[in-house]
């Protein structure tokens, strides 16, 4: 036993060693964050909404596209991340309203501009959050060390490893947790401020 673990070490030591040579190559990234432009549409399902008169579903984007730096060292290459742009935010939006209101009536009317509350309350989270996500994509980006490759044909995977690690760093899983929870937060606050008034009476 004693002899299979020297040579572990020693099969594995010239591996360590290269990685952290290229610990002399790390970059503070430049971090870039666009929100994304989004669009609305409304729709009327064939089928009845149960109970619901209407509903908003929204579609989260966060996409990372990132620029490495190449080092030739000996005995391989060191794959640093160089800069990260995000483009965080809600792209689309599909409003549904019961087929039981008919467009251009007032209580048709009266449902989409409560989902069109909903919507707004979409897009102030990320107006509000925008500090913690310049923040949390910031701090994701920096802790990522270089990574290190023997051959040319694995620099391409290596990014990929880059990305991955931006994505699962816990900056930004605690973020979209944040993000997930203002959701629920702000829509609740738009249900309970709307005492259904406007609906009520046009469906007098």
């Not at 501009?113 to 994509?137: F, G, M, P, R, T």
């Not at 920096?142 to 760093?169: G, M």
Request: glycine share 2%; net charge negative; charged share 25%.
């Amino acid at each position: 036993m004693f002899k299979k673990s020297v040579f572990l070490t020693l099969f594995f030591l010239p591996t360590i060693l290269f990685a952290d040579d290229c610990l002399d190559y790390k970059l503070k990234p430049k971090v870039t964050v666009n929100v994304p432009s989004w669009q609305k549409q409304v729709v009327q399902p064939l089928q009845h909404m149960d109970v619901l008169h209407g509903n908003v579903i929204a579609t989260m984007v966060d996409n990372y596209d990132i620029t490495s730096d190449i080092t030739s060292i000996e005995d391989g290459f060191c794959v640093a991340l160089k800069s990260v742009e995000a483009t965080i935010g809600y792209a689309d939006f599909l409003v549904q309203i019961d087929i039981s209101h008919k467009p251009n009536t007032c209580s048709y009317d009266a449902i989409l501009a409560h989902e069109d509350q909903h919507i707004h309350a979409y897009l102030s989270i990320i107006d509000d959050n925008d500090e913690l996500v310049k923040k949390s994509l910031f701090n994701a980006a920096n802790s990522i060390t270089p990574i290190f490759v023997k051959n040319k044909e694995d620099i391409e995977s290596a990014i990929d490893k880059l990305n991955e690690e931006i994505q699962s760093h816990p900056d930004i899983v605690l973020l979209k947790q944040q993000l997930k929870a203002d959701e629920e937060i702000r829509n609740k606050r738009v249900d309970q401020s709307d005492t259904g008034e406007t609906l009520k009476k046009c469906l007098k």
